[in-house]
């Protein structure tokens, strides 16, 4: 369940920036980088620094790969629910 991006919308190809922000779970995720690279056969892609925000707690950066016109919301909710998991099995939270 990701809520709306606190940016706002264009229409069309979208390209994430940085200081974007997503909200996932209660949890906010915050867009700290985006690098452009170029694959093997020269297509654009970008590797994205988001930090994860849970109340108090800032995490280290997290990075993941993207398509240059690939929605990010799909690889933000993964490292979300990846942190969430990993989180609440260290705390004995059963789920």
């Given at each position: 369940?990701?809520?709306?991006?606190?940016q706002?919308?264009?229409?069309?190809?979208r390209?994430?920036?940085?200081g974007?922000?997503?909200?996932?779970?209660?949890?906010?995720v915050?867009?700290?980088?985006?690098?452009?690279h170029?694959?093997?056969?020269?297509?654009?892609s970008?590797?994205v620094?988001?930090?994860?925000?849970?109340?108090?707690?800032?995490?280290d950066v997290?990075?993941f790969?993207?398509?240059k016109?690939e929605?990010?919301r799909?690889h933000?909710?993964k490292v979300?629910?990846?942190?969430?998991?990993?989180?609440r099995?260290i705390?004995?939270?059963?789920?």
């Amino acid at each position: 369940m990701l809520a709306e991006s606190r940016q706002p919308k264009k229409e069309g190809s979208r390209v994430v920036r940085e200081g974007e922000t997503f909200e996932v779970e209660k949890i906010i995720v915050k867009v700290v980088e985006v690098a452009p690279h170029f694959d093997a056969f020269g297509s654009p892609s970008y590797m994205v620094g988001i930090r994860l925000i849970d109340g108090a707690f800032q995490s280290d950066v997290f990075h993941f790969w993207m398509k240059k016109r690939e929605d990010p919301r799909p690889h933000v909710e993964k490292v979300v629910h990846q942190y969430l998991h990993t989180h609440r099995s260290i705390l004995g939270i059963k789920t």
